[in-house]
């Protein structure tokens, strides 16, 4: 019994020892919300902008604050003197409630949220017009810009239309500005909050950045917060720091007074700010010249007109389209994260200056991307390698030796290397023509390149391997997930030399270079395809002479172009020469001419040489033609067809007529009806048939480029083709 009081003693003596120990730990002071860490993640979540710098919260790191951010984003200019106006509305001492606003009845000045003047509002009143003058004639002049609009859409929501002045405070009305918080836009969401109102956030897209889009999530977020707490400066203060941060205000002071709330400590300094900043801005914004504002330069109104172009369009395609500067048009597209519209959908709302619509809509189908491939001179340096020029420039050494007509890896000092570089541009092209799936009239004659996609193989290693953009390969190809493609699969690329390329050669056992110049194919020792049914063997005009100049051979299961060529005589590059192939690629049941070559004695030949017959019939040339179309289409080359019509090059124009020499001849044209689908765009029906938007809209007497699901759209194509 001795030992258990002896036990309990000691307990109780720990006890009061911990008592006595609490009682003298230091009372916290000062603004009880500068830690705030175990407030639960949704009102984090929900907040505004839930990171500053008078938070306990560390800073964001760079990688963090760089997440996001855009070349050309800066930080918001309200927010560059925050830690200033902290120190001075500390210096202030107490708040209080103040006094109404008084409105001028003379000059009409009007508020329609509640102005009160106090010392905090005098304050920011005096910053303005005194050493952030120039900042605020800055806002004033985008304010011209911006304030109809938003004013348009505060009517429309039956909110005070003073809150315009909300987004000047925010970001000074710069849709780039990007906070330390990560917020985003004119309105400084952050993402989540972004998200939970609609806004569109994601690789390609960032709505935060679309003036309307954004303003219209503003208002809803502001009627949400203004219909729980019924008092504009709380909604106001909960759009900085977030509902929940407002509700717990209330419920520790007991009254929805701003005021009287602001003279505790729970809120911080910054949100309090917030209320009498707006206020002064409101003031001066509606009576400028009343404080020393004159001469104020205001942009024009925001105004534009917006085309529906498809998946992966580029900003300079458009800018080329409706000839404007790219960095111009760039502006009215700020929401857009790349230098192309989404592939996620079929097509995109691009925004253009007003009176530009009907140019792009005009002279967009024309505009095509071609990857252009220059050299540039490097000199070797001492002690410079093979190797190490090849990892400064990203290159292979099969593609600097082949440059460079080297057989060995060998360099000396002050030896000058061809570089070789591509780089994307577009062009128009001429009057009448289209670029029909990103085909143009003059791709043929080795400036494409078709790829046959080998199991394993990505989209990003073939950009790297043809060295072009992954958004162009989607683009020419129409492709929607660059994730999604199959072994089997052909994808085009497009390329220009600026100066003859020197193409890397390889044998039919050697493998295949993992990154070629210019036009040259991943060559392939057999590349053909079971399931591709035989072109429809329509056979061309010529004498039958044998050993004449024009004979051909069906290529057959296991054949490849370089055992073809040897069976002949010939060398690949003479054979591709004399089919207009821009690569090794062949299938079964394709015809290739051989133009009579011997074959050599004893060797056994495993397809067919015909010299056919035919007739002589006439094709008129259509929007989205080109002469790799036409030959495919009736199975002859296109080197025949310029032979046959004396044609110098490849180009062709809508409504000429050229000369086919075929066997068989399906009816000239014929009609049929289209009935749209989901995610159907005009361009992408218009690439299905082979034909232009333009064709369409007037085949079907539509004014623009809007169809919906279910409707049915006439198409007039030539009866050869399967519709």
Known sequence: MEIHKIYLNYILA???CIVLLGGCAPQQTGDLDRDHRSESTADQVAGHESLNTYSSFPE??????????????????????????????????????????????IDEVQYDFPVTVNKQVEYYLDFFTGRHRKNFEHWLSRSGRYLPMIQEHLREAGLPE???????????YNERAYSRARAVGIWQFIKPTGRNYGLIINGYVDERRD??????????????????????????????????????????YKTTDFWEIAQG?????????????????????????????????????????????????????????????????????NELRKEFTPPDRASYPIKVPVGKKELVEKNLPRVQAVVTTDYKTHKV???????????????????????????????????????????????????GSVAKGYLSAESTDGNFVLHKIQPGETVSELARLYNVPVHLIAAWNDIRDISRITAGQQLVFYVRHSTPPVVAQSTATAKPARQLVASAVKERK??????KPAPMQLAVSHSTETGSSQDYYIVQQGDSLWNIAGNFGLTSRQLRRMNGLAGNLIYPGDRLVVKGAVKPEGQEIKGAVIKPEGQGIYYQVRNGDSLWDIAQRHAVTPEEIRNWNNLK????HPGNRLLLKVAKVNGPEAETYYQVRSGDSLWTIARKHKTSPEEIKRWNNLKNNTIHPGSRLLIKVASDIDV
């Open 14 to 16: 720990t006890i009061c």
């Open 60 to 105: 964001p790191s760079i990688d963090g604050y760089l997440e996001g951010r855009l070349q050309g984003d800066v930080e918001p200019e309200p927010e560059q003197t925050k830690e200033q106006e902290l120190q001075d509305l500390q210096r202030l001492g107490a708040w209080e409630e103040g006094e109404p606003a008084e409105e001028s009845i």
């Open 162 to 172: 003073d809150l315009a002045y909300l987004a000047m405070i925010e970001s000074g």
């Open 211 to 252: 003036p309307i889009k954004s303003t219209r999530a503003a208002m809803a977020y502001l009627s949400a917060l203004y219909d729980e707490f019924g008092s504009w400066y709380l909604a106001v203060a909960g759009y900085n720091a977030g509902e929940g941060k407002i509700r717990k205000a209330i419920k520790r």
């Open 265 to 333: 400590r729970y809120l911080k300094l910054e949100t309090k700010r917030y209320v009498p900043k707006l206020i002064a801005a409101i003031m001066i914004s509606k009576e400028p010249e009343k404080y020393g504002f004159t001469d104020i330069q205001y942009q024009p109104a925001l105004a534009y007109d917006t085309v529906e172009v498809p998946r992966w369009t580029s900003i300079k395609a458009v800018s080329l389209a409706c000839n404007m500067d790219s960095k111009e048009l760039r502006r009215y597209n």
């Open 381 to 431: 340096k001492n002690g410079e390698t093979l190797n190490s020029i090849c990892k400064k420039y990203g290159l292979t050494k099969t593609v600097i030796l082949k440059s460079n007509n080297l057989r060995s890896a060998g360099l000396k000092s002050g030896q000058h290397l061809r570089i070789p570089y591509q780089t994307a541009s577009y062009e128009m092209l001429p009057e």
């Open 526 to 531: 057999d590349t053909p395809i079971d399931n």
């Open 649 to 652: 090059g490849n180009l062709i």
